[in-house]
């Protein structure tokens, strides 16, 4: 049997940088129990709790965080803007060690996402290069869109599952091969009812006139021994500005 507490100043988990860890845990000879973990960072706190079980190596474990700020995550910058917006998170470890299973559910409120410079970053083109003539002037002077939504990940035997629903704005599906750290091929449906706000946040600012829908494929590859690729396909696209329609 035993008992430990203790913190560090500053640590990095999982490849994500966090102000402190303090963490409080004991064990016997039946079981290992985290009675409480705290990670804290400039995007919020992260506390947690569990056990494991020597028996058959199982595990029961949840991690919690009740507003996270995604402008003060390392990982969220994105061409010149920052994603912005706060989440609250819970996820849960269970299965055994040989056999892991993730479970995370995330819900997001006042989501601003990434804009000038998007539509550049995955290679959308301009609308005179898909036929629809003279690109629209964009009116300024309106606030940034913000948006609510859910999103589903599971990860077990080597295999993610994500499902992402921004109602108003897009749903995102799939999933594939996964290896956290190590490798990856993952395929994703794409889903927009409102293209003239996804449009939006590509452009920075709103263009009147212009609606349409979407739906698009997605794959992300990646690999120890090649860069990240990512692949969009869109067989379904319908534009409309004013009197001219793209299909």
């Known amino acids: 049997t035993g008992d430990l507490r203790g913190s560090v100043s500053p640590v990095t988990v999982a490849g994500l940088d966090f102000d402190r860890l303090e963490t409080s845990l004991d064990w016997d000879a039946d079981r290992l129990r985290l009675r409480q973990l705290r990670l804290s ?127 108003g704005l897009l749903t995102l599906s799939g999933g594939g091969a996964f290896a956290a750290g190590e490798s990856g091929e993952l395929r994703f449906a794409v889903k927009c009812d409102r293209l003239d706000r996804l449009i939006t946040i590509a452009a920075g600012q709103p263009v009147e006139g212009l609606a349409g829908t979407l739906a698009a494929e997605l794959e992300v590859r990646f690999a120890p021994d090649r860069e990240l690729a990512l692949a969009l396909r869109i067989p379904a696209l319908e534009l409309a500005y004013e009197q001219h329609r793209l299909h």
Not at 46 to 70: H, N, V, W
């Open 41 to 167: 960072a400039p995007a919020g706190l992260l506390a947690g709790s569990g056990e494991l079980l020597f028996a058959g190596e199982r595990l029961d474990f949840e991690l919690t965080g009740e507003r996270i700020d995604l402008a003060a995550l390392p990982l969220a910058g994105l061409a010149e803007t920052r994603l912005r917006g706060h989440a609250a998170l819970v996820a849960r470890l269970s299965g055994t060690v040989a056999e892991p299973r993730l479970v995370a559910d995330a819900e997001f409120g006042d989501l601003e996402l990434p804009g000038p410079g998007l539509a550049g970053s995955i290679g959308l083109p301009p609308a005179a290069a898909v036929g629809m003539g003279t690109p629209p002037a964009a009116t300024g002077g309106e606030p940034a869109q913000r948006f609510a939504g859910t999103l589903h990940a599971e990860l077990a035997d080597r295999r993610l599952a994500v499902a992402l629903d921004l109602p």
